[in-house]
C-alpha cells in the first residue's frame, strides 16, 4: 500500500494518473511518457521570450511553480519580462535603470535569480486586484474623456485591500486647456468615505483626443474637405507641476506612488514628489503579474 501510494507521486510532487501517464498542474497537463506539457502554457503571452511549453523558465532547480502558472517579478518600462526573484510572492516591478536591466536579464539567461535588495532603480507595482480595479478607468473616459477620473486604493478597516473611486473632476474646455483636475480624496460612494485605514497610493487619468469640426477651409495645418476638417485635441497625459506637488504634500499620508493614467500616448505614469519615476503600458498595466 505504501508503495503504491509513492509511486504516484514523482519529483514533481504532483499525482500521477497511471491510466493516461498526465500529470495535472493546476493549469495544463504534463505527459510523463513523453516528457513533454499536453498545451502551452497560460501565461505564456507574458513572457514572449520564452517557448509556451517550458516550465519555470526552464530552470526547475532555481524557480518553483507550484500551480504552472507564475513565475516572474522584474520587467522594463515597456512590459517586457526580465527576470525574476524566485520569490513566489506575486509582487511586481519595473527596473527603470539599463545597467540593472542588463543586468536581471543575464542573470536570467544564466538560470540564477536577482535580489530585490541588490537593485536600486526598482519601482514596485500595487497588487494585480488593484490594477485591475484601475483599469476601470478607460471606460470612464470612453463616455467623457474631458473630465479625469480615479480615487485612492489602500487597505482597509478589515485588513483587505480595497480602490475607492472620487467623484469625477470637472468638465475641461479643450480650446483653452491643456490639463484638468480632480480631488482624489473625494468619494463619489458616501458609505465608502474613511473606510481605508492605510493608503498606498492614488491615481487618475489625463483624458483622451476628441474631434473637433472646423468650419474653416484655410485652417493653417489642417486637412479640410468640402469647407470642413478634423482637428484632434487631448489632454496632457504626463502629471502636472500640480499632481507632483500634491504627491509631494500628501506624501506623509501616503505609503506609496501615484499614478496617472495618459489616455492620449497609452501610458501610465508612475509619480512621487519628485517627479515621475517610471513608465509602464497602459495595456500591460492590469495584466502582468498574478
Not at 510523463?32 to 498545451?39: K, Y
Not at 520564452?50 to 500551480?67: E, I, K, M
Not at 536591466?101 to 494585480?128: A, M
Request: proline share 5%; glycine share 8%.
Amino acid at each position: 500500500m505504501v508503495n503504491s501510494i509513492i509511486l504516484k507521486y514523482k519529483f514533481t510532487a504532483k499525482e500521477l494518473d497511471n491510466e493516461t501517464s498526465y500529470t495535472y498542474f493546476g493549469a495544463r497537463y504534463y505527459d510523463s511518457e513523453l516528457s513533454g506539457w499536453l498545451s502551452v502554457d497560460p501565461m505564456s503571452d507574458k513572457y514572449p521570450s520564452l517557448s509556451p511549453y517550458c516550465y519555470t523558465a526552464d530552470n526547475p532547480v532555481v524557480l518553483v511553480d507550484p500551480n504552472e502558472m507564475f513565475i516572474g517579478d522584474f520587467y522594463d518600462q515597456n512590459g517586457k519580462y526580465l527576470g525574476t526573484d524566485g520569490i513566489d510572492d506575486k509582487k511586481v516591478y519595473v527596473v527603470t535603470n539599463t545597467n540593472e536591466i542588463k543586468q536581471i536579464k543575464e542573470t536570467n539567461r544564466q538560470g540564477s535569480t536577482t535580489n530585490v535588495n541588490d537593485l536600486k532603480s526598482i519601482v514596485e507595482l500595487p497588487s494585480k486586484a488593484i490594477r485591475s480595479q484601475m483599469m476601470q478607468i478607460i471606460n470612464k473616459n470612453k463616455n467623457n474623456p474631458f473630465r479625469e477620473y480615479g480615487g485612492i486604493f489602500g487597505i482597509d478597516l478589515e485588513g483587505k485591500e480595497r480602490v475607492i473611486w472620487a467623484k469625477s473632476g470637472p468638465q475641461v474646455d479643450p480650446n483653452n486647456q491643456t490639463f484638468g483636475s480632480i480631488d482624489v480624496f473625494d468619494t463619489a460612494n458616501p458609505e465608502e468615505k474613511n473606510i481605508i485605514s492605510i493608503i498606498l497610493g492614488t491615481f487618475h487619468s489625463h483624458g483622451a483626443e476628441k474631434q473637433k469640426i472646423n468650419t474653416d477651409p484655410w485652417s493653417f495645418g489642417v486637412t479640410s474637405y468640402g469647407g470642413e476638417s478634423k482637428n484632434l485635441f487631448h489632454l496632457d497625459p504626463e502629471p502636472t507641476d500640480a499632481d507632483i506637488n500634491n504627491a509631494l504634500n500628501r506624501s506623509s499620508i501616503i505609503k506609496g506612488n501615484n499614478y496617472v493614467f495618459g489616455i492620449y500616448n497609452n501610458t501610465v505614469y508612475i509619480y512621487n514628489g519628485n517627479g515621475v519615476i517610471a513608465t509602464f503600458p497602459m495595456e500591460k498595466f492590469g495584466t502582468v503579474g498574478d
